[in-house]
Nanobody, 127 residues
Framework: QVQLVESGGGLVQAGGSLRLSCAASGRTFSSYSMGWFRQAQGKEREFVAAIRRSDRSTYYADSVKGRFTISRDYAKNTQYLQMNSLKPEDTAVYFC????????????????????WGRGTQVTVSS
C-alpha cells in the first residue's frame, strides 16, 4: 500500500497563493491514480482536483477551476496542488487521495473510489 503525507498548508490572505505537496511512499507511486479533496468544517469532503496518469489531463471542481493546478512529479513521488487567487471559501482541510490502478487512463472524482488518504493539511484564507 501507499502512505500519503500532505504539507504546505497555512494561513493566507484572500488573493494569495499556497502550494500543497503530497509525498507518497510505499508501493510504486506511478501505479496510483491521485487526487485532492477538501473538507470544510461542518461539511462533507468534496472533490477538488485529479490528474490522469496516461496524458496528465486534469479535472477540477467548478469552484476551483482556473485558480488551482494539480501536478505530479514521478521522480520525487510527489503530487502538488498550486492554489492561486485564494478565497475565504477555500478554507478547509485538504486531503491527498490515491487509488491503485493498472489502467493508465483511470481517473475518478468520487471520494468513495479512493482507497488511500493522507491526514490532511489545514488551509485558512482570511478576508
Amino acid at each position: 500500500q501507499v502512505q500519503l503525507v500532505e504539507s504546505g498548508g497555512g494561513l493566507v490572505q484572500a488573493g494569495g497563493s499556497l502550494r500543497l505537496s503530497c509525498a507518497a511512499s510505499g508501493r510504486t507511486f506511478s501505479s496510483y491514480s491521485m487526487g485532492w479533496f477538501r473538507q470544510a468544517q461542518g461539511k462533507e469532503r468534496e472533490f477538488v482536483a485529479a490528474i490522469r496518469r496516461s496524458d496528465r489531463s486534469t479535472y477540477y471542481a467548478d469552484s476551483v477551476k482556473g485558480r488551482f493546478t494539480i501536478s505530479r512529479d514521478y521522480a520525487k513521488n510527489t503530487q502538488y496542488l498550486q492554489m492561486n487567487s485564494l478565497k475565504p471559501e477555500d478554507t478547509a482541510v485538504y486531503f491527498c487521495a490515491g487509488r491503485y490502478s493498472s489502467n493508465d487512463y483511470y481517473i475518478t472524482t468520487k471520494r468513495e473510489e479512493y482507497h488511500y488518504w493522507g491526514r490532511g493539511t489545514q488551509v485558512t484564507v482570511s478576508s
